[in-house]
């Protein structure tokens, strides 16, 4: 029993570091000189578009294309949300996607332009509240969030950290 202990302990350490390696804030200085620049509507950044492609986006279009959601649903002003505060969160969660060939930053930024899309076209966001509405494209936006491009059986076959830690799920 002492030794299981220990195992999952080692295992709780080692996902712990892997984490804080890969994990930071995006600097302020990023996020104040983000701030500070023009952000196209949504008509230039099709968002409302249920069959946007957002492979013809750049980078700092999709970051854009978040910040103009939070501006025209009215989270900023609604929330009291500080713009620059909303842009580094932007950009930290972007640092925490990984670089890999699916779940990764645009694919979260292409799930939250959809339920965007979507909420507007449908006209949901007036039924669903303003709350609820945010909470959406926030949830859109970090659900894969860390995610290690592998499923978990894979992680069980390797006998990763993460699968002596969560083996069950």
């Known amino acids: 029993r002492r030794y299981e202990e220990s195992c999952r302990g080692l295992a709780k350490q080692s996902v712990a570091l892997d984490i804080l390696r890969y994990h930071a804030l995006a600097p302020k200085e990023e996020a104040i000189k983000f701030s500070e620049a023009p952000v196209p509507s949504d008509q230039h950044l099709q968002l409302r578009e249920i069959r946007c492609c957002d ?26 949300i500080d713009y620059t505060t909303l842009c580094h969160w932007l ?8 670089q890999m060939t699916y779940h990764n930053w645009r694919h979260a930024f292409s799930v939250c332009q959809f339920m965007y899309a979507l909420l507007r076209s449908t006209e949901l966001y007036k039924q669903l509240g303003d709350l609820e509405t945010m909470v959406l494209i926030v949830a859109c936006l ?7 491009g592998t499923n978990n059986n894979f992680q069980k076959i ?5 699968a002596k830690l969560y083996s069950t799920s």
Do not use: A
């Not at 492979?55 to 009291?80: A, P, S, W």
């Not at 950009?91 to 990984?98: E, F, P």
């Open 91 to 98: 950009l930290t969660v972007r640092k925490n996607y990984r």
């Open 158 to 162: 390797i006998d990763s950290p993460l």
């Open 55 to 80: 492979i013809y986006l750049k980078e700092t279009e999709t970051l854009q294309g978040c910040i103009r959601m939070f501006v025209d649903m009215g989270f900023i002003d609604k929330f009291h």
């Open 142 to 148: 970090c659900h894969d969030l860390d995610h290690r």
